[in-house]
């Protein structure tokens, strides 16, 4: 496949020629009209989950919650508290910049980190985010 903006060539790893060419046409369109490709983007995320495009941060926070037991679900819930998560607190997932996450570990402490991480992990295990805002480590 090549990139019609970049000229770089990649491979697809799809065997199924109208599979692929399918997806080298949508992104090169991706180019042209990136609203409407949201938009469409957010109608096959509904059809494979109804929740995705209206989940919050905070729906996040509470279902790690009740994982947790005894002194740790304390804890949890006392980091989810603190100041810097607010500022993603009632952030769309599919809306998650890595910008946002930036913001909150320059106001937050070494533990905002940690608990992060395991939040935005935790996300992604539950394929409730489509791809990684920021790297595993």
């Not at 905070?58 to 304390?74: E, F, G, S």
């Not at 100041?83 to 913001?103: A, N, V, W, Y």
Request: contains cysteine; aromatic residues 6%; charged residues 30%.
């Amino acid at each position: 496949m090549e990139n019609s903006v970049t000229r770089k060539q990649e491979s697809l790893r799809i065997r199924d020629k109208a599979s692929a060419k399918r997806i080298l046409n949508a992104r090169n369109e991706a180019h042209v009209q990136p609203a409407t490709n949201l938009q469409i983007a957010r109608a096959y995320l509904m059809v494979s989950d109804p929740s995705s495009t209206t989940r919050i941060w905070q729906q996040v926070m509470d279902a790690m919650a009740t994982l947790k037991k005894d002194n740790t679900r304390l804890r949890w819930e006392r980091a989810m508290k603190e100041s810097p998560f607010d500022d993603i607190r009632h952030l769309k997932l599919i809306e998650t910049q890595p910008d946002h996450f930036l913001g909150m570990l320059k106001r937050g402490i070494v533990c905002t980190n940690i608990f992060l991480r395991l939040l935005h992990n935790f996300a992604l295990d539950m394929d409730w985010l489509p791809k990684a805002i920021i790297p595993r480590k």
